[in-house]
């Protein structure tokens, strides 16, 4: 497998965990000028989305959605919320995650490849490996 299939080509986006979107949505948009998206729900991942725009990187705002959220947990033991994930770009996601599991690196879940907020396919990798920081791989 050359090193290109499974080359990151660029972060992302990273993600912040907030118990109100529409607070932190102001907050962004008036306060800093940013340019904010529209916010989206996505009950198959258990959370509300908005993206912030800059020319390089995104930004992404993820409320609970329900009771069985994830970032109900997250927000639970980091009540005023915080950075979640990162996420980061690859080429192809099956190849990627070919190369994390022959690595011994733990894809959270099931371990399949699930569609994310932006329609593209993504997995989730275990903090552990990752110095305790959450990294979602997107495919770009």
């Not at 800093?32 to 509300?48: D, Q, R, S, T």
């Not at 993820?62 to 947990?73: A, D, R, W």
């Not at 990627?96 to 022959?102: L, P, R």
Request: glycine residues 10%.
């Amino acid at each position: 497998m050359k090193a290109t299939e499974t080359k990151i080509n660029k972060v992302n986006h990273i993600a912040i965990a907030v118990k109100d979107i529409n607070s932190a949505k102001k907050n962004w948009e008036q306060s800093l000028g940013c340019n904010v998206g529209k916010i989206k729900e996505l009950p198959e991942h258990g959370v509300k989305v908005l993206f912030i725009s800059f020319p390089n990187i995104k930004i992404e705002l993820i409320e609970p959605l329900g009771n069985n959220s994830p970032i109900e947990k997250f927000l639970d033991k980091n009540p005023k919320g915080g950075i979640h994930h990162i996420c980061l770009e690859v080429n192809d996601i099956n190849k990627a995650k070919e190369k994390i599991v022959k690595h011994g690196t733990n894809i959270l879940g099931d371990g399949s490849v699930k569609t994310g907020a932006h329609g593209k396919p993504v997995i989730f990798l275990n903090p552990s490996d990752f110095s305790g920081t959450l990294i979602e791989l997107e495919e770009g």
